[in-house]
Nanobody, 116 residues
């Protein structure tokens, strides 16, 4: 059974940083692996996606501030978030697509609140 477990969310002041983690179990290959978020009253937004070929794509809203990285040994991806803004407040979700026509898996989400 595939599981994605996120951690690292919390409360941070504007301008601060957080690092989110997403640990995968039950799977050791992927086609796409990345992060999305959903703010209250808004649609889910894809933020950063790592392809199996190693390419990383970022949404314009986070480009230059957020960085996705992967620890192969730990089967974990991270999202380093810098220069956080109040508009970054949302529930952040990790997702993984197992293959080109494979299944999509989602984590349970971790809350990020950016506030003074």
């Amino acid at each position: 059974q595939v599981q994605l477990v996120e951690s690292g969310g919390g409360l941070v002041e504007p301008g601060g940083s957080l690092r989110l983690s997403c640990a995968a179990s039950g799977i050791d290959t992927f086609f796409l692996w990345g992060w999305s978020r959903q703010a209250p009253g808004k649609q889910r937004e894809r933020l950063a996606t790592l392809s199996s070929g190693g390419n990383i794509n970022y949404a314009d809203s986070v480009k230059g501030r957020f960085t996705l990285s992967r620890d192969n040994a730990k089967n974990t991806v991270f999202l380093q978030m810098n220069s956080l803004e109040t508009e970054d407040t949302a529930v952040y979700y990790c997702y993984l697509r197992s293959g080109v026509f494979g299944s999509d898996y989602w984590g349970q989400g971790t809350q990020v609140i950016v506030s003074t």
